[in-house]
């Protein structure tokens, strides 16, 4: 590598002043033929590049890269990243830190998740109000109340046109500088929809049906979906408000989804799609080694073995244990401090499925929130005792794992025994999280 490609990459190379950098860039522009477009915070380079023909490249393409050094410009970025192939686009951030770059694949995200919505808005008023201040939104999803189909869920969903559109609306709606209806709402990026290739939903036949009323029963929406042709429900499976109807075939599934959509169950306007297959392998699987799959360490938040550090999980000390004579990670420790409530201080009523893996100190909640997000059935604990030599009574759960999609079942219990019920508890969904 040469001595400035060494700089570039490194981040150590020499201040420029102001005329130096601008001669620099534009012996780039000169060199590579691209343009380069300022606005907005950012810079553009290229997008697309001279003489393309065609399409923008598809989604999948394109790598966040963070952290690049404050003194470093895309006559020393472009080169570096050149090596890796040609560049379509560049778009360099006026934010650095100075450390060391990282790269990951961009997520391409166009969907906001919005907070603290006032309960009695309806999908249009949302919508109004959030082409009003934002540009390009192109839909809002409000999921209705589970037992009161008139008012919202507290929340929304908002699409915008692109990733770009929906990151400049993101900053536009940073809390406290736009409050809808005399709210301060919460705004983040929704998380990433799970993206199922076209060979595997072609072989789905199981339905996901929601909005439906707390009241209604399995057989009643078998007894809907088996109206258009009769026997072709296989069995049904609900949970509060959702449910998935489970069909012989493929072919009578898809026409009951197209038939059904839309339709009213008991006075609910019913959303029926196919329902998507859950991987379990493909996130949260340990390695054959015992450890634990990066991307379930990114998700329930452990530390990185690199660090050699192992924080609190806020458990009480009598859960000192070991899993198969390895101490088992724990997520990080979370802020446990507490703080008053003034006077006329405004409270918003919350899921708890709204917030972030950050925000739960235990891997009971964990487990119920993960299993949440897979749309699987809620775990289920069974307690079981034994008495100690000592003459205690010992404990220990066994927690049945359900996937609803394809209704395979998975048990999970832990090889230790526990004094306390607590502790007992914490322990089975721990174990659980790390052999999902």
Same mark, same amino acid.
Request: charged share 25%; hydrophobic share 35%; with cysteine.
């Given at each position: 590598?040469?001595?400035?490609?060494?700089?570039?990459?490194?981040?150590?190379?020499?201040?420029?002043?102001?005329?130096?950098?601008?001669?620099?860039?534009?012996?780039?522009?000169?060199?590579?033929?691209?343009?380069?477009?300022?606005?907005?915070?950012?810079?553009?380079?290229?997008?697309?590049?001279?003489?393309?023909?065609?399409?923008?490249?598809?989604?999948?393409?394109?790598?966040?890269?963070?952290?690049?050094?404050?003194?470093?410009?895309?006559?020393?970025?472009?080169?570096?990243?050149?090596?890796?192939?040609?560049?379509?686009?560049?778009?360099?951030?006026?934010?650095?830190?100075?450390?060391?770059?990282?790269?990951?694949?961009?997520?391409?995200?166009?969907?906001?998740?919005?907070?603290?919505?006032?309960? =009695? %808005?309806? &999908?249009? !008023?949302?919508?109004?109000?959030?082409?009003? /201040?934002? +540009?390009? @939104?192109?839909?809002?999803?409000? #999921?209705?109340?589970?037992?009161?189909?008139?008012?919202?869920?507290?929340?929304?969903?908002?699409?915008?046109?692109?990733?770009?559109?929906?990151?400049?609306?993101?900053?536009?709606?940073?809390?406290?500088?736009?409050?809808?209806?005399?709210?301060?709402?919460?705004?983040?990026?929704?998380?990433?929809?799970?993206?199922?290739?076209?060979?595997?939903?072609?072989?789905?036949?199981?339905?996901?049906?929601?909005?439906?009323?707390?009241?209604?029963?399995? =057989? %009643?929406? &078998?007894? !809907?979906?088996?109206?258009?042709?009769?026997? /072709?429900? +296989?069995? @049904?499976?609900?949970?509060?408000? #959702?449910?998935?109807?489970?069909?012989?075939?493929?072919?009578?599934?898809?026409?009951?989804?197209?038939?059904?959509?839309?339709?009213?169950?008991?006075?609910?306007?019913?959303?029926?799609?196919?329902?998507?297959?859950?991987?379990?392998?493909?996130?949260?699987?340990?390695?054959?080694?015992?450890?634990?799959?990066?991307?379930?360490?990114?998700?329930?938040?452990?530390?990185?073995?690199?660090?050699?550090?192992?924080?609190?999980?806020?458990?009480?000390?009598?859960?000192?244990?070991?899993?198969?004579?390895?101490?088992?990670?724990?997520?990080? +420790?979370?802020?446990?401090?507490?703080?008053?409530?003034?006077?006329?201080?405004?409270?918003?009523?919350?899921?708890?499925?709204?917030?972030?893996?950050?925000?739960?100190?235990?891997?009971?909640?964990?487990?119920?929130?993960?299993?949440?997000?897979?749309?699987?059935?809620?775990?289920?604990?069974?307690?079981?005792?034994?008495?100690?030599?000592?003459?205690?009574?010992?404990?220990?759960?066994?927690?049945?794992?359900?996937?609803?999609?394809?209704?395979?079942?998975?048990?999970?219990?832990?090889?230790?025994?526990?004094?306390?019920?607590?502790?007992?508890?914490?322990?089975?969904?721990?174990?659980?999280?790390?052999?999902?």
């Amino acid at each position: 590598m040469h001595e400035e490609d060494k700089a570039a990459a490194n981040g150590c190379g020499k201040i420029r002043s102001g005329a130096q950098n601008g001669a620099a860039l534009l012996a780039l522009m000169e060199k590579t033929g691209y343009s380069m477009v300022q606005q907005n915070g950012q810079r553009k380079f290229g997008g697309p590049p001279p003489g393309w023909e065609g399409p923008p490249p598809p989604r999948g393409c394109e790598v966040f890269v963070g952290k690049i050094p404050r003194d470093m410009y895309e006559d020393e970025l472009v080169p570096v990243f050149e090596r890796a192939g040609k560049i379509y686009e560049l778009r360099l951030m006026m934010e650095f830190s100075g450390k060391f770059i990282g790269v990951c694949v961009s997520l391409d995200n166009c969907r906001l998740f919005i907070g603290a919505i006032p309960k =009695d %808005k309806k &999908k249009e !008023e949302i919508l109004n109000e959030m082409k009003k /201040v934002t +540009e390009g @939104v192109v839909d809002v999803i409000v #999921y209705p109340n589970a037992t009161d189909k008139t008012k919202n869920r507290g929340f929304a969903f908002v699409e915008y046109e692109s990733h770009r559109a929906a990151a400049m609306a993101r900053r536009r709606l940073i809390p406290g500088t736009f409050q809808p209806w005399g709210h301060t709402i919460q705004v983040d990026w929704a998380d990433p929809e799970k993206v199922v290739d076209e060979e595997t939903m072609q072989r789905v036949k199981v339905l996901y049906v929601r909005n439906l009323m707390i009241s209604t029963t399995e =057989d %009643k929406i &078998k007894a !809907e979906f088996n109206k258009f042709k009769p026997g /072709v429900v +296989e069995r @049904v499976k609900k949970l509060r408000d #959702y449910a998935f109807v489970h069909f012989f075939h493929r072919e009578d599934a898809v026409a009951a989804m197209s038939i059904m959509n839309g339709k009213c169950i008991d006075g609910a306007s019913i959303e029926v799609t196919l329902a998507k297959p859950v991987n379990k392998e493909s996130s949260w699987k340990p390695h054959f080694n015992g450890q634990i799959s990066p991307s379930s360490e990114n998700l329930l938040g452990f530390p990185n073995k690199e660090d050699g550090t192992q924080k609190s999980l806020g458990k009480p000390a009598s859960l000192s244990v070991r899993l198969n004579g390895q101490h088992s990670p724990s997520p990080p +420790e979370v802020e446990r401090s507490t703080y008053p409530i003034f006077p006329g201080i405004k409270l918003t009523p919350i899921s708890m499925y709204s917030l972030k893996l950050s925000h739960f100190s235990s891997a009971v909640m964990h487990l119920d929130y993960f299993c949440h997000k897979n749309s699987w059935a809620p775990p289920e604990y069974c307690l079981y005792s034994t008495t100690s030599q000592d003459g205690k009574i010992l404990l220990v759960y066994k927690v049945l794992i359900s996937s609803i999609a394809d209704d395979s079942q998975s048990y999970f219990m832990p090889e230790k025994l526990c004094t306390t019920v607590e502790d007992a508890k914490e322990l089975a969904a721990q174990f659980t999280l790390l052999h999902l």
